[in-house]
Every structure is written in structure tokens, then in C-alpha cells.
């Protein structure tokens, strides 16, 4: 939910997307952290180094993806051709 709310709130159509994901990233980094712990710690002992390296950069991929995604959700409610929702990743 931060990602959307942050994206609605931050993003203006016109800026760089990769520059307002980091921003929305950097706002919902908080709540990252407590979702990422909770994953690590479901991992085997000899795994948890592991995925919490390969999670480092994942807040960052997925906040461009909700950018871009809004933005194709507003250009088309915008035209009048709404599409059907998009599975959201977890954050």
C-alpha cells in the first residue's frame, strides 16, 4: 500500500520515473525493512546472508514498477480505457 500511496502522492507525470521511484523507495523503506526481515528469517539458517543480499536492491525495482504502472493506469483513464488490475508484487 505505501508503494501506490507514495507514487499517487509523489509522482507528477513529467519527472524522470526511475528518480520518483527512488524517492516512493526511500518513503516506504521503513516498512521494506520489516518485510524483509520477516523473509529472511523464514530462511534456512545456511540461506538468510543470501537472500538478504539478493533483497537489497528489490525496493528500488519494485517502486519503478509501481511508477510505471500508475502512470499507464492515469494515460489510460485519461482515454477512457481503463484496464483490469495488475497483480501487485509484495512489499
Same mark, same amino acid.
Given at each position: #500500500?505505501?508503494?501506490? !500511496?507514495?507514487?499517487?502522492? #509523489? ?9 520518483? *521511484?527512488? *524517492? ?16 529472511? *528469517?523464514?530462511?534456512?539458517?545456511? #540461506? !538468510? ?28 483513464? *485519461? ?13
Amino acid at each position: #500500500m505505501c508503494l501506490i !500511496q507514495s507514487t499517487r502522492d #509523489m509522482d507528477d507525470g513529467i519527472s524522470d520515473a526511475q528518480t520518483i *521511484a527512488n *524517492a516512493v523507495a526511500s518513503a516506504c523503506d521503513s516498512r521494506w525493512q520489516v518485510v524483509r526481515r520477516e523473509l529472511v *528469517a523464514k530462511q534456512p539458517r545456511n #540461506m !538468510q546472508a543470501s537472500v538478504f543480499e539478493a533483497t537489497e536492491k528489490t525496493p528500488a525495482r519494485v517502486a519503478l514498477n509501481s511508477v510505471l504502472r500508475v502512470r499507464r493506469q492515469r494515460a489510460e483513464a *485519461a482515454q477512457g480505457t481503463p484496464t483490469a488490475p495488475k497483480a501487485e508484487p509484495a512489499n
